[in-house]
């Protein structure tokens, strides 16, 4: 089925937030520092506040007193606290923290005036790389604390020291991941409309969480929710990074109501590299052990997690989640992972799709490759032989507990790709004209259906992981669906409208979806995230639509003089089976329900709606084999994709075009961790970044094309059988790619221990093994 | 916005999607936010405003240029194509189409850049959909895309070129 607001889009029509207007609206610029660690001696903004246009000039100053600290809602055991506010006032722990908001009459004034606001700075000792943070000497970020550790987390099954003894072989892997992040294409934004008289507040903003973040304005502002009204307009992509609540929704709200206007800021470029959330920084240390008949028996993992200046709104959550990850699809006795959240002088970060869990696979599926290699057997074996079979769901892993899963069934559907294409064979060719060929395979599963609400609350998560759905028959017979999730471009509303037009035997032309208003749009508990729209979000959904439907079947059969049991619904129309001409239609059983109440049952009341909430009893888990099939150019160290082969379960697939657009889009991100994205810092935290120039987004040059198969098993947990997809692409990406590196530069012996894997990397790890061999030649 | 007109103004005469217009503007100005800002023409989009995303592609005299590098007064007397010239008042364009019918787009905000950078390649070679994927991948890597892992885009621009050779060979 075709997107219903494609024709919107592609028309120019589609109304972003920075396409926004209102009458009299001004504009908005941040004045951020440039410094990664210093304390404001003083702000002269008197030259900028007379400046012709300028009307107003926000510091921490000028913030209301008693105003809240920016809120983190993942607030897991044992973490300390780093309030940040609006606007920093005292000191400032990254380049890129805002600290002045200038409002004028454009974005060119506003950034003059920006200009000529005067900062006194005292430059402080800083601290930009994560193991530098945690040497004794480290600059600290936080006087009050001994360390620069913001949490340690701790977590252990079985008798992981007596595996490790007991083991016939151990490898261990050292890797780091680099600070890379969601970038979507659209930066953020937001537009504030205070009204002085009511004293309400609407915010536009570009954002995955619509009732959140209208609830931690609630609490930030000290103002009741029912007088804060958030908007979502078309959102240009999301992927995590507008999951978050920041400080400048805040700011711009604070300036519409200084200046009595509406206020806009539209994020530039390089603020959005500074200011906006960043993720997946980690290094990681991990040891496997296992049999020599290949069973693995332990894992344990340190890792360490580049924070940043402060815990935004979800915590330290992704690191979290790499930890408890650890032993991915396989079923291993014993596990022990200690994370610790390190801050440094860098910007926070936080969410970015798959969260902790691509680093998770990355270390683990590296272990499984050097295991394979350490027990000389094929690594897919050793796989199979490790998996939790299909009989032992639900099957608690270190943390988790995993719904279903057909992992063997999956590697081999994948394998047969590999196999029908003739890959093997045409590696060997390949490799015997002196070509550097090589095959790379991981095997990923996801997290999704995030809550259940109450194991994420006792988690110690402030949020809900419901979802509620509000779905409506119109008395016209046309339906429309009121749904909390936020439309990015995943095509979440149609997903939800093809859902409920099987539900209720209508055309989904004939349903309307609403989103993006707190004051309509029933609440979301947990936002739109963690791959939960098309499980959790289509289960609420279907609940909502079968009291609907009741009803409708209740009227109708009044209508009809029938028995309920004895309708069908199908194209609108509502018949007794097998008599298609003793029917009624969607619009005359709407007419009954709002106007015409004479032609209701007796005891029926008026009207055709429901609502309905969905808070799943689990989390789904749908699982995937990554198969990367590269050639390395060894003069320039350039990786190109010959091919790429991707299998998966999700579940129910709503809509095949939908999902395989998600994959294709999640696995493109992670070739972008693999190979190219990276925000590079010098080690006092000095970016080394500002435009696309330096932050390599990967074109369609270096993006393969991506051969998908679905193998669906309904997932047992989820009406319907959703699981969800929309991070599954992102997680097994780079170790595959990477693994597939190492396949291909067999003859070499080279081992990457990070990423992005770049061609200068590539050439000094060439250059290094020629050394080796070099070495032992003589 | 209602950018207050400096002394320094300048008046810009344009023809932008066939219309002709004028517009008081600074000479600081960019053709992007004249077309945005002042114009009305939301469409073209602001994804970096320094020339490597792609997203506020338009056509000026026909060639594709980043309209976040232009100013606007250097696009006086010349003629502009903005992605609000593609349809046909309802009827989509058949690159249009192309691009609904593959899935080219999700979120949609790069997707007027890739329109008119598809649209100037299949006007300079109306055969491209026969060139090999490498070239034509080559010819779209202007054009950043963070949804879709360009795959359907490529789909799309090949079909869209079959497409509109379809329908100028009807005409």
């Known amino acids: 089925m075709r997107r219903r607001e494609d024709p919107e889009l592609l028309s120019g029509k589609g109304r972003y937030i920075g396409d926004l207007t209102r009458p009299g609206m001004l504009h908005a610029a941040f004045l951020r520092s440039p410094l990664p660690h210093a304390r404001i001696v003083s702000i002269d903004a008197q030259q900028a506040r007379s400046m012709p246009g300028v009307h107003a000039v926000l510091t921490a100053d000028d913030l209301p007193p008693g105003l809240g600290a920016q809120p983190c809602t993942h607030l897991f055991q044992g973490q300390r606290e780093t309030p940040f506010y609006a606007l920093t006032g005292d000191r400032v722990r990254y380049a890129g923290e805002p600290v002045a908001l200038v409002v004028a009459e454009s974005p060119y004034l506003a950034e003059d005036a920006r200009d000529a606001v005067v900062v006194e700075w005292d430059a402080l000792p800083s601290v930009g790389d994560v193991e530098a943070a945690i040497a004794d000497d480290a600059p600290l970020l936080y006087d009050d604390w001994p360390d620069n550790v913001v949490a340690v987390f701790e977590q252990e099954m079985g008798d992981v020291d007596r595996a490790f003894e007991e083991a016939d072989v151990v490898v261990t892997e050292r890797l780091r991941i680099q600070r890379h992040f969601a970038c979507s294409l659209e930066t953020r934004g937001v537009l504030a409309e205070w009204d002085p008289m009511l004293d309400e507040l609407t915010l536009w903003t570009s954002s995955q969480i619509l009732h959140i973040a209208r609830d931690l304005l609630s609490d930030v502002l000290g103002m009741p929710e029912h007088r804060i009204r958030v908007r979502v307009p078309r959102m240009g992509g999301g992927f995590g990074a507008k999951f978050h609540f920041y400080p400048e929704e805040v700011a711009v709200a604070l300036a519409a109501r200084a200046t009595a206007r509406p206020v806009r800021w539209v994020e530039d470029r390089l603020e959005s590299f500074l200011a906006t959330v960043h993720a997946r920084e980690q290094v990681i240390e991990a040891t496997m052990a296992a049999t020599e008949d290949g069973r693995i028996t332990a894992v344990k993992a340190d890792i360490l997690g580049d924070l940043g200046a402060a815990l935004h709104t979800v915590g330290y959550g992704p690191i979290w989640l790499t930890s408890v990850m650890i032993t991915n699809v396989y079923e291993v006795p014993n596990a022990r992972v200690r994370a610790r959240a390190v801050a440094t002088n860098k910007t926070p970060l936080g969410s970015y799709r798959g969260w902790g869990q691509p680093q998770a696979n990355f270390i683990v599926e590296r272990l499984v490759d050097s295991m394979a290699r350490a027990l000389d057997i094929d690594v897919n074996e050793l796989r199979r032989r490790n998996f939790v079979p299909p009989d032992h769901f639900p099957y608690k892993s270190l943390h988790h507990v995993f719904d279903s899963g057909r992992y063997a069934d999956c590697l081999d559907r994948a394998l047969g790709m590999l196999a029908e294409r003739n890959w093997p064979q045409r590696v060997e060719d390949m490799r015997a004209e002196g070509r550097h060929v090589g095959i790379g395979v991981a095997f990923y599963v996801e997290n999704s259906a995030l809550g259940p609400s109450r194991i994420l609350n006792a988690g110690g998560v402030e949020q809900g992981g419901y979802d509620i759905s509000r779905v409506r028959v119109e008395p016209g017979g046309e339906v429309t669906l009121y749904t909390g999730l936020c439309e990015m471009g995943q095509g979440v509303k149609n997903a939800l409208a093809q859902v409920l037009a099987d539900e209720l035997g209508v055309h989904p032309d004939q349903i309307a979806v609403v989103d993006g208003d707190s004051h309509i749009c029933p609440y979301t508990g947990y936002g739109t995230g963690a791959s939960r729209g098309a499980s959790v979000g289509g289960a609420s959904v279907m609940k909502a639509a079968g009291i609907v439907r009741e009803k409708i079947a209740r009227i109708a059969a009044h209508m009809l003089e029938a028995d309920t049991s004895d309708l069908e619904m199908e194209d609108g129309d509502i018949f007794v089976r097998g008599s298609r001409d003793r029917v009624v239609t969607m619009a005359e059983v709407g007419r009954a329900a709002y106007i015409r109440a004479i032609d209701l049952p007796e005891d029926e009341e008026p009207g055709l709606e429901a609502v309905a909430a969905f808070d799943p009893p689990q989390m789904a888990w749908p699982y995937g084999t990554n198969i990367a099939i590269v050639e390395v150019d060894v003069g320039t160290g350039k990786v190109e994709f010959l091919d790429y082969l991707y299998v998966h379960d999700i579940g129910t697939v709503i809509n095949p075009m939908l999902v395989d657009g998600q994959i294709h889009g999640g696995v493109a991100q992670g070739i972008g961790t693999a190979l190219y994205e990276e925000l590079q810092y010098d080690l006092d935290g000095q970016p080394l970044f500002a435009t696309f120039m330096e932050y390599v987004l990967p074109t369609a040059a270096e993006i393969p094309r991506i051969a998908i198969e679905h193998q669906v098993t309904p997932s047992p947990l989820i009406p319907g059988g959703m699981k969800g997809v929309g991070e599954a692409g992102v997680i097994g990406a780079p170790a595959a790619v990477v693994s597939a590196i190492e396949d291909a530069l067999r003859a070499y012996d080279v081992r990457i221990s990070a990423t992005p894997v770049t061609p200068a990397t590539l050439l000094d790890l060439l250059d290094e093994a020629a050394t080796r061999s070099h070495g032992a030649a003589t | ?171």
């Open chain 2, 1 to 171: 916005m209602s950018v207050p007109v400096a002394q320094d103004a300048r008046t810009v005469n344009l023809t932008v999607n066939g219309e002709a217009r004028t517009a008081t503007v600074e000479p600081r100005l960019l053709l992007a936010d004249l077309l945005r800002e002042v114009l009305g023409l939301r469409g073209t989009h602001l994804g970096c405003e320094h020339g490597v995303c792609g997203a506020c592609t338009i056509l000026l005299d026909g060639e594709p240029v980043r309209s976040c590098l232009v100013l606007a007064v250097q696009a006086d007397g010349r003629a502009v194509m903005t992605v609000e010239g593609l349809a046909d008042d309802d009827a989509l364009h058949p690159l249009q189409e192309a691009f609904r019918e593959h899935h080219a787009l999700q979120c949609g905000f790069c997707t007027p850049g890739f329109l008119l950078t598809a649209l100037y390649l299949i006007e300079a070679d109306p055969a491209i959909d026969e060139r090999d994927e490498r070239e034509l991948r080559e010819a779209l890597s202007g054009n950043l895309c963070r949804c879709t892992g360009y795959q359907n885009i490529v789909d799309a621009v090949r079909d869209g070129a079959v497409r509109l050779r379809t329908t100028k060979e009807r005409a």
